[in-house]
Every structure is written in C-alpha cells, then in structure tokens.
C-alpha cells in the first residue's frame, strides 16, 4: 500500500518547485516577428507583451490594417512560443515526480 505522507510530501514538492518555475517564467523570454521582422514582439513565459517593434519603413497611413495584421500576427506567434515554453518547462517538473503507484511519475 502506498505511503500517504510520502505522496503528499511529493506532492508538496512538486507545487513548491512549480511555483519556482512559474517565478523564472517571468524572466524569460521569446521573440517573434511578422513580415519579415518589420514587426517584432518579444513576450515573456507568463505571456505577458514586454516588448513591440515596428520598422518606421512599414508605417503607411494609407494602409494601417497591414501593419494591424502584421502586430496581431507577431503578438499571436510570440503567445503561442511563450506557452509552448512555459508548457515544456513545467513538464520537466511534472516529469521528475515519481510517486508509488502512478507509471510514469504524476504526469
């Protein structure tokens, strides 16, 4: 029969250690870019915008939905990079809890 407090402590050091990496998440980054890097934003791993770069060149007054379309795509790419990112660091902590009982750890 499997030790209750045994689970519970990995358990408990499973959530300590996703709280830490949720913390780091905060400090990493990935950049993406439409259009040819005309557009740059680079998005943290909590996917939060830090940061929005437009190329002066690709501003049109004429043509504002271009460069509308160009920001919603580099904002959407760098969203799915920092969830990807985010989802990959957390399942290297899922991924080292063994508990008894469970194949292949909790996760």
Same mark, same amino acid.
């Given at each position: 029969?499997?030790?209750?407090?045994?689970?519970?402590?990995?358990?408990?050091?499973?959530?300590?250690?996703?709280?830490?990496?949720? #913390? #780091?998440?905060?400090?990493?980054?990935?950049? !993406?870019?439409?259009?040819?890097? *005309?557009?740059? *934003? *680079? *998005?943290?791993?909590?996917?939060?915008?830090?940061?929005?770069? %437009? /190329?002066?060149?690709?501003? /049109?007054?004429?043509? %504002?939905?271009?460069? #509308? /379309?160009?920001?919603?795509?580099?904002?959407?790419?760098?969203?799915?990079?920092?969830?990807?990112?985010? !989802?990959?660091?957390?399942?290297?902590? !899922?991924?080292?809890?063994?508990?008894?009982?469970?194949?292949?750890?909790?996760?």
């Amino acid at each position: 029969m499997m030790n209750m407090q045994k689970i519970m402590k990995q358990v408990q050091k499973m959530q300590a250690r996703m709280a830490q990496v949720q #913390e #780091e998440l905060a400090n990493k980054t990935v950049e !993406a870019s439409a259009g040819g890097g *005309v557009v740059r *934003v *680079v *998005v943290t791993g909590q996917q939060e915008v830090k940061e929005v770069h %437009i /190329d002066p060149a690709v501003v /049109d007054v004429n043509d %504002i939905e271009m460069l #509308e /379309d160009l920001v919603m795509l580099a904002v959407n790419e760098g969203l799915r990079l920092s969830q990807e990112m985010a !989802a990959e660091e957390m399942a290297k902590v !899922a991924g080292n809890i063994n508990i008894p009982g469970l194949p292949g750890g909790l996760f």
